[in-house]
């Protein structure tokens, strides 16, 4: 069983995204919401998470700082992060990936583009 | 790329957001311009700044903000939407839009910074529209997008 975390200032895309997850035929045992970097941190500091699934462009603290916070401490950097993002720029995605990011997804996103993506990561 | 180039862009990429986002249909008859005094809208704007500066806006009435809403959402035509659900879902499209419109405007190997979307009040609703504004319909419904460089 997995827990995931979903990561958007958009409560619209969040409750999208677990719709989606729901209909993955992924196991999940708990989805946790944080509308951006900082809610995730403090989420990641108290729960078990298999996988975080972030924006970017977010109020409070970016998407850009929450993978870079990951990256440098030792008891997150193994979570895999898939971005999901309206961000285009191939130089970006690039960077994303140096800092440890396993998957980029563009919105509008299709369910099917998850759950390919999903399963990718976790082997099913 | 002239005014008229960014417009057909700008109205492709609008339509190809709002069916594969929202499930909206464009009608394919653009609407002629009409004053804004005679529509109730919803507004957002989104800056970006990098490669080139700019700003990018979106109105849309209230029924397409719910409709967009309930389709996202997969809900029923008689769920009714809250203004919070109005706002992101309108700011939502717009990021959608805006970050699909600088790719295919200046590529992927350029770098843009991108605000946060903000509504706009009606008091900052512009009385005419910029020369690269886009007048689309959807079920009879304006919806207006515009970008100044």
Known sequence: MYSVLIVDDSEIIRSVLQRTLSMAKIPLSNIYHAANGQEAVDILDNSWIDLVMTDLNMPVMSGFELIDIMYKRNDLNLIPIIVISTEGSALRIDELKDRGVKGYLRKPFTPESICTTLKQIFGE | ?149
């Not at chain 2, 979106?58 to 397409?64: C, F, G, I, Q, V």
């Not at chain 2, 008091?123 to 207006?144: A, G, K």
């Open chain 2, 1 to 149: 790329m002239d005014n008229e180039e960014v417009k057909n862009l700008l109205c492709d990429i609008t339509v190809s957001v709002l069916e594969s986002a929202a499930f909206l249909f464009v009608d394919e008859e653009k609407m002629a311009p009409y004053s804004i005094n005679e529509i109730d809208f919803r507004g957002a704007r989104i800056q970006f700044s990098g490669f080139k500066d700019g700003r990018v806006f979106l109105w849309m009435t209230e029924e397409t903000a719910d409709d967009a809403a309930r389709n996202m959402l997969g809900l029923d035509d008689d769920y009714e939407v809250n203004e919070k659900q109005r706002d992101d879902v309108l700011m939502e499209i717009l990021n959608m839009i805006i970050g699909n419109l600088l790719t295919a405007m200046f590529g992927e190997n350029v770098i843009f910074k991108l605000s946060i979307p903000e509504k706009i009040n009606n008091e900052e609703t512009p009385e005419s529209f910029p020369d690269t504004t886009v007048f689309l319909s959807i079920d009879e419904h304006p919806l207006l997008i515009s970008i100044e460089l």
